[in-house]
């Protein structure tokens, strides 16, 4: 099942800018920054909190272009939540589990996400609209225990 929320993904349009503003807003520090070439995104994840399960984090998202998930979203409806990512244990047991629910799937396997996870998509239109990533942590770095 799910373990937490991992992460809230955000689109902008200018990543720098709006890591400034989370940092002097809500006083949340940068954990990491990525180019993820595969996704199409100049990434942040802003550590928010720790739990029981594992960390929190804001992921603030700049596309890399804009024929990019992250770079047709902004063209259509501008910035704002992107995508919910939550945490799970075993995300390839997790794809398989809901796929057998007639869940459409973006990535038949998981897929290398920001601070060494694995993560996979499913459809938005299928999840009532918000576009879902599954996120199995790296070891050390995201559990925050
Ligand atoms: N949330 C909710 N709905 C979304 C959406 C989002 N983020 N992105 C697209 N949609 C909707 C669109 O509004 C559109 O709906 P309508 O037809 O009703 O207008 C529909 O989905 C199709 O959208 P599209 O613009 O034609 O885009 P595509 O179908 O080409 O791609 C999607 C959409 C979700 C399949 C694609 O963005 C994808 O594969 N995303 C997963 C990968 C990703 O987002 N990577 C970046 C983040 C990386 C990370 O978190 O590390
Ligand atoms: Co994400």
């Known amino acids: 099942g ?21 940092e002097s807003t809500f006083g949340l520090v940068v954990a990491s920054r990525e180019v ?16 029981p399960s594992g960390s929190s984090y804001v992921q603030l998202l700049e596309p890399l272009g804009p024929d990019t998930p992250v770079g047709k979203f902004l063209a259509k409806r501008g910035e704002g939540v992107h995508h919910v990512g939550y945490g799970v244990d075993d995300v390839a047991a ?3 589990a809901i796929g057998a629910k007639h869940v459409r799937l973006l990535d038949e396997r998981p897929r290398h996400g920001s601070m060494g996870a694995s993560i996979a998509f499913l459809h938005p239109k299928d999840v009532g609209g918000v576009l879902t990533e599954l996120v ?4 050390d770095p995201r559990k925050g225990r």
Do not use: S
Request: glycine share 6%; aromatic share 4%; with cysteine.
């Open 136 to 139: 199995q942590a790296a070891e």
């Open 2 to 22: 799910l373990t937490r929320i991992d992460h809230v993904g955000i689109a902008c349009h200018d990543l720098e800018e709006k890591i400034a503003f989370y």
């Open 36 to 51: 993820n070439e595969a996704q199409g995104v100049k990434e942040a994840m802003l550590h928010v909190a720790d739990g």
């Open 94 to 96: 997790a794809l398989e």
